[in-house]
């Protein structure tokens, strides 16, 4: 066991001079994965790992280095609840988006609830509700082949129900309209222009992420559905970049559609997400 100690160890120094600022606990995930334990099991292992584990360690680490994603090496991520399978080809969900998560969990809704995930990627947050919400009817609607596929494993023997579409498509799903309780989105809706880290520009899907020169288009489509789908009463929440909330609430207002609009934050106290409930009398 000392050996794997002095692995990791070496490894967290490796990432951390790599510039990595989670590297120990990279380093710790890595291991973990290879030796299919939990990482706070590390130190109870049985059995010292044999050879190949170490060789495979040293390219996942290497991997890492260069900055390939954890969640890419891993092949999973954590989302509140669940455990989603990841890799090229498909937005990692965020722990941002957990706060619109637990904002949705929260919410009154009938038992037989419909919730629409616009944007679903992997199939986050639809994954993360149907398990809160069993008797609901959920519905994740997503226009990338590569996405869907790795929505489709997450989804399996769930009630999620996947559809491929372009969510600026005229006319959407219009057996929908008025008749959905809550329509969530993270949409991609970083500003066109705007820099971001290197793991985002070299792995993230570019579709997934970039918005459009404000970062409001794919927003402006959710918006433009929910006010169509949403039964009256009827709740949304919009992901949005933490440049633009004051743009999403003036959107959502700007529809006469809704009300008891409200900017949230993330957890880590940036402006995040906004809400809104359907008028009565819309
Ligand atoms: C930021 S990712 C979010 C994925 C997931 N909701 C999450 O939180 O992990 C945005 C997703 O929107 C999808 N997307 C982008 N434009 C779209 C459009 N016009 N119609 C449908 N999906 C779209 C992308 O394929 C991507 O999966």
Redesign the pocket.
């Known amino acids: 066991m000392t050996s794997l100690r002095h692995a990791i160890d070496s490894a967290a120094a490796l990432l951390a001079e790599a510039g990595i600022d989670s590297a120990r606990w990279d380093a710790e995930q890595l291991a973990a994965h290879l030796t299919g334990t939990d990482r706070g099991l590390l130190a109870l292992l049985d059995n010292a790992p044999g050879q190949e584990f170490f060789e495979q360690y040293r390219e996942v680490v290497a991997a890492r280095s260069r900055r390939v994603p954890l969640q890419h090496l891993t092949g999973a991520v954590s989302f509140g609840p669940v455990e989603l399978r990841v890799g090229p080809g498909?937005?990692i969900?965020r722990p941002e988006?957990e706060a619109l998560l637990e904002w949705a969990i929260t919410q009154p809704l009938p038992q037989r609830a419909v919730i629409v995930?616009l944007?679903?990627?992997?199939g986050?947050?639809a994954v993360a509700l149907a398990r809160h919400r069993p008797a609901a009817r959920i519905i994740g609607?997503?226009?990338?082949e590569a996405?869907l596929d790795y929505a489709r494993r997450n989804t399996e023997g769930s009630h999620v129900e996947l559809i491929g579409?372009?969510?600026?498509t005229p006319a959407l799903l219009p057996e929908l309209d008025r008749q959905v309780d809550l329509v969530v989105a993270?949409?991609?809706y970083v500003p066109d222009n705007a820099t971001v880290g290197a793991e985002v520009a070299q792995y993230d899907?570019q579709?997934?992420?970039f918005g459009g020169p404000d970062g409001m288009v794919?927003i402006a489509?959710v918006v433009r559905l929910a006010g169509r789908w949403l039964r009256p009463g009827g709740r949304l929440a919009v992901e949005h970049d933490d440049t633009t909330s004051a743009l999403t609430v003036e959107l959502i207002s700007g529809t006469g559609l809704f009300e008891n609009i409200v900017a949230c934050n993330d957890l880590a106290g940036r402006p995040r997400f906004v809400t809104a409930t359907k008028r009565e009398t819309s």
């Open positions: 498909v937005f969900p988006t995930d944007c679903t990627g992997s986050a947050l609607v997503d226009d990338s996405a579409a372009d969510i600026a993270n949409p991609p899907p579709h997934a992420v794919v489509h």
